[in-house]
């Protein structure tokens, strides 16, 4: 960060440390010393005015960060024990549609649950037309909540925004990823830049470094209705990546910061979509209004993995019926903070 964002980050860093997360700040000379390929200054050039480029005056440093393997923790710990307690899986298949009805008898009226009729998602339809009944139902698919939910009226103020990561992989970027400064891992810590959170994520084992981030200002969300395309062609499960994203916009910002980047092609390149919540860029956990058996949990907004734990012990606590939740470590949360009707979290500051 340049001062001035150190400045306006301060309440943050002192909730942070308020909250016993372990960080240390680092000034300018600690930073250069410790990663001598970094551009920190900046001279009043046109480039630099430009770009809006800011010199590194300070750096924050999380010993707590890291990385998991989510696909893996799911696989190899969520799964196992979902299975243990009597849980089963089933993999590629897609839900098309909630299927609503009365709470009480069906009466054969056309429309059937008409709008005097209490209602409750009786059962899920999957594509290929087989209905699966159960007690209750817990929406979590992320940034696709709004292709099951529109369609019955319920409004999760998530939205999904594409984000793409890029790779560039070269002996190169050898003074970043052998590093002895920062961690037993010995390369630099996953980095986020003064500018539009672009970040660079080390990956040693094979000479790379992944790129993300950048502004999404004037970017579109995505809207898909599933019921107009093939199953293939689905904007949210497009993958792909546009490299000029990165030639025209991070490159040309990064490459100054990190001059060992110039002229290094992309090795490869990936794109996903965040659930972003457009209130606070914080997670839902709801029960929708007037509408039974149905919790909705969404919104992970760019953090959800960091919050999972958290918020699949408050969607446990809700469908229980508990005011609150006990959070890994023995802290309580209200379950209601997370919902929509009495919502009581701060907007989340950190979204890169
Ligand atoms: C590029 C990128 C980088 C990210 N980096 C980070 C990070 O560093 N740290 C972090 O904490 N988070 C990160 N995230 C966010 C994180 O991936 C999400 O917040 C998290 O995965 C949300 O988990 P979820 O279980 O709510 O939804 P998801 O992981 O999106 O899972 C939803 C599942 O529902 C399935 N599904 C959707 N529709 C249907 C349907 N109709 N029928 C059946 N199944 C369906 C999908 O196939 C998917 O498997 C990143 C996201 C992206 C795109």
Redesign the pocket.
């Known amino acids: 960060m340049d001062r001035v964002q150190f400045e306006g980050n301060k309440r943050s860093v002192e909730a942070m440390l308020d909250n016993n997360v372990r960080i240390e700040i680092l000034d300018k000379d600690d930073i250069k010393q410790k990663i001598p390929d970094l551009v920190t200054d900046f001279d009043d050039n046109e480039n630099t005015e430009l770009l809006g480029l800011k010199n590194i005056d300070y750096g924050i440093l999380g010993y707590d960060c890291g990385?998991l393997d989510?696909d893996k923790i799911t696989r190899d710990f969520y799964e196992n024990e979902f299975k243990k307690l009597g849980g089963e899986t089933l993999f590629s298949?897609?839900?098309?549609k909630l299927v609503l009805e009365p709470v009480e008898e069906e009466l054969g009226i056309p429309g059937e649950p008409v709008g005097w009729q209490e209602k409750k998602v009786g059962s899920i339809e999957?594509?290929e037309g087989k209905k699966i009944t159960s007690k209750m139902f817990i929406l979590?698919?992320?940034?696709?909540?709004n292709?099951?939910l529109l369609p019955i009226g319920i409004d999760s103020h998530s939205l999904p925004l594409?984000?793409?990561?890029f790779r560039v992989q070269t002996p190169r970027l050898a003074s970043l990823l052998d590093n002895k400064h920062f961690n037993e891992e010995e390369t630099i810590p996953f980095t986020i830049f003064p500018l539009h959170g672009i970040y660079v994520k080390p990956v040693k084992y094979n000479n790379s470094i992944w790129i993300?981030g950048g502004s999404t200002v004037g970017h579109p969300y995505v809207i898909s209705h599933?019921d107009t395309f093939e199953k293939e062609e689905n904007p949210?499960?497009d993958t792909q990546a546009d490299s000029r994203d990165y030639e025209y916009d991070q490159y040309l910002i990064l490459s100054e910061y990190l001059p060992i980047l110039k002229d290094q092609p992309l090795t490869n390149q990936?794109?996903?979509?965040?659930?972003m919540n457009t209130i606070d860029k914080n997670?839902v956990v709801f029960k929708p209004n007037g509408i039974k058996r149905l919790i909705v949990?969404?919104?992970?907004?760019?953090?959800?993995?960091?919050?999972?734990d958290a918020?699949g012990r408050i969607a446990d606590a809700l469908y229980r019926g508990e005011e609150n939740a006990e959070l890994f470590g023995g802290k309580e949360f209200k379950v209601s903070r997370l919902g929509l009707k009495s919502r009581d979290v701060d907007k989340e500051d950190f979204v890169?």
């Open positions: 990385e989510a298949t897609r839900i098309k999957t594509q979590a698919t992320g940034p696709w909540a292709e099951l594409k984000k793409s990561l993300g599933p949210l499960d990936w794109a996903g979509f965040y659930a997670p949990v969404t919104s992970g907004s760019g953090s959800g993995i960091m919050k999972a918020v890169i």
